[in-house]
């Protein structure tokens, strides 16, 4: 168990450089320590994971917190939230680059390296908390129909996603909120800048291929990505990119159609591009290669239709592999956005909003976690022996959590042993009386 002990240790450190107000003895608990108690809730899955560990901690004089995740005490609620408010959730950032480390892991570069050995980097913008009676100076505002003003966060995510594959890589976020000397309001695009400036030639050795719905198919953003040697495949709807669409009316497109058969019916997979397209209208404009694809039934109806434009040089060869990439984007909606929301972390439900950094700081862990969750599945093998023997993810958190109600585990080792057997240790359910 040697990763998740690292992890833990690196989580730990990052916390421990958290803002501290306190003075005299109000320093009695580690900064670290709460940081770390919101952390275990997250990827426990659990609200009520410290409440336990309270009480199991007045009986046995410590707990699953102290043993498992390295907290020396566990504050409360309350303190957990009135300390991380101070605390800049960009200290986290470290704990989301340890985990690239572990990118060229084979089991890691099986799941996700495709198109020759590039990454596939999702990016998309979803919102986590909305309010109209709470806000805090990171809240971006919006005024509703009625006339009442609502208070909202977003970020842009960007996680690692590729076709054939169910599961996500959540990296670091931006968020997008209020900025210094901004007379507009933020908005995804300008973070999705401020996100490559930040991390995009860290990512460099994942030989990466940024996807994107049409919002990004747009010169500033692509040009950026251009100048700095990247690629990208983004969505390229016709009533946005007009100068686009005029100029591929009379060019004559490459063609190439596959016939697959799914299930009981036979479709064909229809592609089209043209080269050096210009995105925009003027003499500065880039020009992309253009793709076309449909989905056409048996009787010749056209049951899907979409277009894209790329960076990537396409061929016969090569255009279905791209298009394959390229609706993968939908990954991060469906395997990140959809599972954080409803499927057990949460993400939007208002654990602490704060006056300053809460909401982002609460967010930012909660995608740690779910990061954490992705990797072990993959590269842990005991982790990984526990799911196989519990397969239904809701399942595997809900057996997690009863045993941790029952027993103090001295390490996650012994942890996953018995959610693989099913048993528990008899020496740690009556552990020997000291003198």
Request: positive net charge; proline residues 4%.
């Amino acid at each position: 168990m040697t990763l998740i002990c690292c992890l833990v240790e690196g989580l730990k450190s990052a916390c421990a450089g958290f803002q501290d107000d306190r003075k005299g003895r109000g320093g009695n608990i580690a900064m670290a320590d709460f940081g770390l108690s919101a952390f275990a809730m997250f990827f426990m899955q659990s609200g009520s994971f410290l409440h336990f560990q309270r009480i199991i901690e007045d009986e046995n004089r410590r707990s699953n917190c102290q043993t498992l995740f390295a907290i020396g005490r566990i504050p409360t609620d309350a303190s957990i939230r009135s300390h991380l408010d101070g605390a800049d959730p960009a200290l986290l950032r470290p704990c989301f680059e340890a985990l690239e480390q572990l990118m060229g892991e084979p089991a890691v570069a099986q799941a996700f390296r495709r198109l020759g050995g590039r990454t596939l980097i999702a990016l998309d913008g979803t919102e986590y908390f909305c309010s109209q009676k709470l806000g805090c100076p990171h809240c971006l505002t919006r005024k509703r129909a009625n006339g009442e003003i609502e208070a909202y966060h977003l970020m842009l995510a960007a996680s690692l996603v590729a076709p054939g594959h169910s599961k996500v890589i959540a990296l670091f976020p931006e968020f997008v909120a209020p900025q210094d000397g901004a007379e507009k309001q933020d908005c995804e695009r300008n973070a999705a800048k401020r996100w490559h400036g930040k991390h995009g030639a860290r990512l460099k050795g994942l030989k990466p291929v940024y996807l994107g719905d049409d919002l990004f198919a747009c010169h500033p953003f692509v040009k950026l990505l251009k100048d700095n040697g990247d690629d990208f495949i983004f969505t390229a709807k016709e009533a946005s990119h007009k100068t686009l669409y005029e100029f591929l009316s009379g060019a004559e497109l490459s063609r190439h159609a596959i016939k697959q058969r799914r299930a009981a019916k036979t479709e064909t997979l229809r592609y089209r591009w043209l080269e050096d397209a210009p995105l925009r209208d003027g003499k500065d404009a880039i020009a992309v290669t253009w793709i076309g694809f449909e989905i056409v039934d048996a009787k010749g109806k056209v049951t899907y239709s979409t277009a894209f434009v790329t960076s990537l040089a396409v061929s016969k060869d090569s255009v279905a592999d791209i298009v394959a990439a390229a609706r993968a984007r939908w990954k991060i909606e469906n395997g990140s956005f959809n599972v954080m929301k409803n499927h057990g972390y949460e993400l939007e439900h208002n654990f602490g909003h704060g006056k300053q950094y809460l909401a982002k700081t609460f967010a930012a862990l909660n995608l740690l976690a779910f990061a954490w969750h992705t990797l072990l599945d993959l590269v842990e093998p005991p982790w990984k022996a526990a799911r196989d023997k519990i397969a239904i993810r809701t399942g595997f958190f809900a057996e997690m959590n009863t045993l941790t109600r029952f027993a103090v585990f001295p390490n996650w080792q012994l942890l996953l042993e018995s959610l693989t057997t099913g048993k528990i240790p008899p020496q740690l359910l009556h552990p020997p009386e000291t003198s």
